[in-house]
């Protein structure tokens, strides 16, 4: 049986082995010189100067591989916004600093459009609740939405679950929108601030 790869941050406290970060570069390099659909194994790990037998060994099928891929770039993103979301006072600065940023960054990121446009993040995350993706959100987020219920009064209290869920799938398609359409980041703020963010926010009663 191969072996259960986790994927991990980037830290000090928790840091990456070189050589899963020599897997994920070479992955990077691939994925933009040929696209993901024509990389195999067997280009990674040439690109990583590893044998084949390697990969499998650490990752058992490529599918495995690419998830793994996705969850350590995720991991990365998710640990350089942390600091901004901290600084955040309410949900729609929060909303609109995670999402805006993340859609920006994975449009014009080769590896990270490829695997939107090919559906893996909904494949790899949204069907496996211990997806390294969901966990990172709820790390994120989680905590983020108790302490923002705390000091913001229209937010929603809404169960984790879902909070990843449908955070998962906003990111998703806002890259979409950002690839297909070129939007300019100023429309995807006001995307956000007017659509997307009064998701969060508990409904005004009206007599």
């Known amino acids: 049986m191969a072996k259960q790869h986790s994927t991990r941050h980037e830290s000090a406290s928790n840091p990456v082995d070189d050589k899963t970060?020599?897997?994920?570069?070479?992955?990077?390099?691939?994925?933009?010189?040929?696209?993901?659909?024509?990389?195999?194994?067997?280009?990674i790990a040439a690109e990583a100067n590893l044998s084949r037998i390697t990969l499998y060994r650490e990752y058992g099928n490529r599918d495995s591989l690419i998830n793994a891929f996705l969850a350590f770039r995720s991991a990365n993103f998710n640990s350089r916004i942390k600091s901004k979301l901290d600084a955040c006072k309410t949900i729609d600065d929060a909303l609109e600093c995670y999402l805006v940023d993340a859609a920006l960054i994975a449009a014009t990121d080769t590896s990270i459009r490829e695997l939107v446009i090919v559906h893996q993040i909904f494949q790899s995350a949204l069907n496996d609740d211990d997806s390294p993706l969901k966990s990172g959100l709820r790390e994120l987020w989680v905590p983020l939405v108790k302490k923002l219920c705390a000091t913001d009064a229209k937010v929603h209290s809404l169960p984790p679950d879902d909070i990843v869920d449908w955070l998962l799938i906003v990111q998703s398609y806002l890259v979409i929108i950002v690839i297909e359409s070129a939007w300019s980041e100023q429309k995807l703020r006001a995307l956000v601030r007017n659509f997307i963010s009064p998701a969060f926010s508990t409904p005004t009663r009206r007599d």
């Open 21 to 43: 970060v020599a897997i994920m570069r070479a992955i990077t390099r691939c994925i933009e010189r040929q696209g993901l659909k024509k990389t195999r194994m067997d280009d």
